[in-house]
């Protein structure tokens, strides 16, 4: 999972957990079991495959590293046996071709370590009858072809991890939109009981904050989105208004409110904000215009989607 969708998916656990011992009020509400339902499907499923991402990049890279290091100890083996043999038989050519190290090794392109034990093992082939005394023999050369086999079969494995990665990328991406839309029509439900259920209500709404850590001074993030193509929407005028003060950013003239406009992209940053809970409201001709809550918290980023 990409960071944004870490910090997404901590909080449907945190909303998982706090949602659990209110099927009280929740079941009486319209469509919310149902949604609630394919949001805790989803959030299996997303579990599921995460841990697997996880376990097959690990796997692919443990598997290639341990099969280079084993064929760099022996080619370098080989480079000194062949290098013993070149230099009590006078052939300084092969003494050259077959001369390096394994810490050389180590320092070249994973690649290039096959070329090295190709090269070993290519010069010792047509002499192998020779190199008996060497330590190298008809057994050991096939024990060496069988491991540049090998490791030169595991280097094609990472871009077949990476395939794996897009296609469990895309899968992942999909999952979070359901999860978000089972979310949201469980957010409309939820607004029956505001007025009734104020304690539910307030903790209903804490518990779907995405909060990010470690990105600066920013205390809100947001992003606002067509409700019917998925689009981002431009010139959205959000205005955050505290509930029972002013939402007066840090730095800014004393107005009662905190406005801004979104991008091209659609998306809008506040870099300071007092901590509360905030009315926030969303304007653009065209559309109709729409009122949630959002509670920010002081050295936390509060991360905010809406569709439009």
């Known amino acids: 999972m990409t960071s944004p969708q870490e910090s997404r998916f901590s909080m449907y656990l945190t909303f998982k957990e706090y ?7 929740t079941n009486a509400l319209p469509n919310y079991t149902a949604n609630s339902t394919i949001f805790l499907n989803t959030i299996l499923q997303i579990q599921a495959i995460s841990e697997q991402q996880k376990m097959s990049k690990k796997g692919i890279t443990a598997g290639k590293n341990s099969l280079k290091e084993s064929l760099i100890v022996t080619a370098a083996d080989y480079s000194r046996k062949l290098g013993a043999y ?3 038989t006078n052939n300084a050519t092969l003494e050259q071709e077959v001369k390096f190290t394994a810490s050389k090794l180590k320092q070249v392109a994973d690649t290039a370590v096959k ?6 093992y290519d010069r010792a082939q047509p002499i192998v009858a020779s190199l008996a005394t060497y330590g190298i023999t008809a057994a050991t050369q096939t024990a060496l072809l ?8 595991s280097l094609g494995k990472p871009g077949a991890g ?6 469990t990328t895309k899968q992942l991406v999909a999952l979070f939109k359901t999860a ?10 939820v607004e029956i009981v505001r007025l009734t259920q104020v304690s539910f209500y307030n903790g209903y709404k804490s518990a779907r904050k995405v909060i990010e850590t470690g990105v600066g001074r920013l205390s809100v993030k947001g992003m606002v989105t067509d409700a019917n193509t998925g689009e981002p929407v431009k010139g959205v005028t959000v205005t955050f208004t505290l509930e029972g003060g002013l939402a007066k950013a840090k730095g800014a003239s ?3 409110d905190v406005v ?8 809008f940053n506040i870099k300071s904000l007092p901590s509360g809970t905030y009315q926030v409201t969303l304007k653009k001709a065209g559309y109709a215009d729409q009122v949630i809550t959002v509670s920010v918290n002081d050295g936390e980023m509060t991360k905010l989607n809406v569709s439009f």
Request: net charge positive.
């Open 162 to 167: 990476r395939s794996e990665g897009t296609k």
């Open 254 to 256: 004393s107005k009662p």
């Open 19 to 25: 949602q659990a011992p209110y099927t009280a009020i």
């Open 86 to 88: 070149a230099k009590f």
């Open 115 to 120: 070329d090295y034990a190709q090269i070993v």
């Open 146 to 153: 069988a491991a540049i086999t090998a490791y030169n079969a």
């Open 180 to 189: 978000d839309t089972a979310l949201a029509n469980m957010d409309t439900a």
């Open 260 to 267: 801004k406009k979104t991008a091209d992209k659609g998306g």
